[in-house]
């Protein structure tokens, strides 16, 4: 069965620095699809980047961006230039190929923002 | 708005009895999926379904859960004979098909005395 592992329950990084988010994951398909959700205290599920496993160029949004690595099943979230509105949980999700639609989620890492 | 609306956002409800949630997906999305977040973990997933044919179902979901979606548009999910463990947040979330981005709901926190 395919794991989603955040090592990391809290961090906490100076605004405007930058922070980087670890996640690493188990599975045994080669077709993949790997996420980041933001979910401020609001609550809502926000989709922050996305990365399909088959492409080796890491995925950018803006201030955001991964470390995937595929062999070492790695897949790290950088946030530069922290806002105070980057203050959440964030979950590392894996979604397995065709036939495997659900997501798995990590714990989350609560990230804290210090002005 | 045409982001995945969920009804009620906050239900308290007395152990033993039945609750029932709903979902709007985005309109043009095939795919519908349920999952549970307790306090401080991430979402659980519960089932999901391709128009109206529920495609699978978490042995998360036990008998007292069923979940509909009877015309490929919203769905229902139903808990029977509530229990205390049954408190969570239930959040829905839409896709157009597999493999692409889905989009989640503002959740219903579910509280069970």
């Known amino acids: 069965a395919q794991t989603v592992t955040q090592s990391q329950p809290e961090m906490s990084v100076q605004e405007a620095e930058t922070v980087t988010l670890s996640c690493t994951y188990d599975?045994?398909?080669?077709?993949?699809?790997l996420f980041w959700y933001k979910q401020p205290p609001s609550r809502q599920m926000i989709l922050v980047i996305r990365?399909?496993?088959?492409?080796?160029q890491n995925a950018t949004e803006n201030r955001f961006s991964v470390n995937f690595q595929k062999a070492a099943k790695s897949f790290s979230l950088k946030i530069s230039d922290s806002q105070l509105g980057d203050a959440a949980m964030y979950f590392c999700?894996?979604?397995?190929?065709?036939?495997?639609?659900?997501?798995?989620f990590g714990k989350g890492t609560r990230l804290h923002i210090l002005p | 708005d045409t982001g995945v609306s969920q009804d009620p956002r906050h239900k308290i409800t007395k152990r033993g009895q039945n609750v029932t949630f709903r979902c709007d997906p985005i309109?043009?999305?095939?795919?519908l999926y349920w999952y549970r977040q307790t306090l401080g973990q991430g979402p659980e997933f519960l089932t999901y379904?391709?128009?109206?044919?529920?495609?699978?179902k978490s042995r998360l979901l036990s008998d007292r859960f069923s979940a509909e979606r009877p015309k490929g548009s919203f769905s229902t999910l139903e808990i029977q004979r509530t229990e205390q463990g049954d408190s969570a947040m239930y959040l829905c979330?839409?896709?157009?098909?597999?493999?692409?981005?889905?989009?989640f709901g503002p959740g219903t926190r579910l509280t069970v005395l």
């Open positions: 979330a839409s896709s157009f098909t597999s493999g692409t981005s889905k989009f």
């Open positions: 599975t045994s398909e080669s077709d993949y699809y």
């Open positions: 990365q399909e496993a088959y492409k080796q």
């Open positions: 999700a894996y979604e397995g190929g065709v036939g495997d639609d659900k997501i798995i």
């Open positions: 309109s043009e999305h095939n795919r």
């Open positions: 379904f391709q128009n109206e044919a529920q495609l699978e």
